[in-house]
């Protein structure tokens, strides 16, 4: 067994040699919020078109009233009824299925990129995972929000709402899916990236969770120093846009612009962040292999890998 020298150096140092692995990523991402967005703009002018609300809006915004706008806001969703509940499940629901066609043309490539000398997971198994994914994404949503619906709906069943136990019932409620969530769905994209050619889904989640399972520490700990390089990241962009807010009331275009290139700055950023996990991860990988098992070789991207006459 082979141990990298430091499978975050080697994970920032993979993406650095290769340009076209990130750009690849950001590709696929960005075109996945510029269709979602579309999307949810469209859905909103269907929605919102038929209703005379331009003008009632427009003052009703100016009068800078949390109160008049909460109850505007309150008249414009019943009159919808029906429909927004429709879209509130239906456009969360496609928007799931379009991540799912996106990230699996884009992860199919970047591992391939990453994994030199390994055959990875057939097309048709990959589609399969990330297609779970977004459906697991989606039922959380829709369970949670029927569950914080319901919750609400027993705290202010009385004439005076009980904040105590409104609190007490959401509060575990968000963790548990939250948690629910971030573990499966971690363990999914874990099963994108080590899943071998000929491996169906199943199989794949279980060399998942059987590699983590040898390196648990390792895993843990390289997966927190990355969310500690998110956390600063996010920081700095809010101190960034905190620091230019004053200019918000004296040249707003230009705080919006600012705004803008903060926002893409840190997304560019993040995402490269995400490539150089995804890599230090099959550095952990491939650093464990079981005896007599395929021996490591050095990827032209400097990231050990897999290889053996096997696959």
């Excluded at 269907?46 to 309150?74: M, V």
């Excluded at 874990?190 to 199989?203: E, K, M, P, Y």
């Amino acid at each position: 067994m082979t141990n990298p020298p430091n499978p975050i150096t080697l994970g920032l140092r993979a993406v650095l040699r290769d340009p076209l692995l990130f750009m690849l990523e950001i590709l696929w991402r960005w075109s996945y919020a510029m269709l979602a967005f579309l999307l949810i703009f469209a859905t909103g002018a269907i929605l919102l078109g038929p209703l005379p609300i331009a003008n009632s809006w427009a003052s009703t915004w100016n009068s800078h009233n949390p109160q008049l706008i909460g109850t505007f806001i309150f008249v414009v969703v019943t009159s919808l009824g029906l429909k927004l509940i429709v879209a509130a499940l239906l456009v969360p629901f496609l928007i799931a299925m379009i991540w799912g066609v996106l990230s699996t043309l884009g992860r199919s490539i970047t591992v391939k990129r990453l994994r030199v000398g390994v055959t990875a997971l057939r097309f048709r198994s990959l589609m399969a995972i990330q297609f779970l994914r977004a459906f697991l994404t989606w039922s959380c949503f829709v369970l949670l929000a029927a569950a914080l619906i319901g919750e609400t709906l027993i705290a202010t069943r009385s004439s005076k709402p009980d904040l105590v136990l409104y609190y007490m019932m959401v509060m575990p409620t968000v963790i548990i899916f939250s948690g629910l969530w971030l573990v499966l769905n971690w363990y999914l994209s874990l099963a994108a990236i080590f899943g071998r050619d000929g491996q169906t889904l199943r199989g794949a989640f279980r060399q998942a969770r059987q590699t983590v399972a040898k390196q648990r520490s390792d895993f843990a700990g390289t997966g927190f120093v990355f969310l500690l390089m998110r956390l600063v990241l996010l920081l700095v962009a809010l101190a960034i846009c905190g620091l230019a807010s004053r200019s918000a009331g004296t040249s707003p275009q230009a705080y919006f612009i600012l705004l803008m290139v903060v926002a893409a700055v840190y997304f560019v950023v993040a995402d490269f962040l995400y490539m150089a996990r995804m890599a230090a991860y099959l550095a952990l990988a491939a650093a464990h292999v079981e005896p007599g098992g395929p021996k490591l070789v050095v990827s032209s991207a400097g990231l050990p890998i897999e290889s053996s006459s096997a696959n």
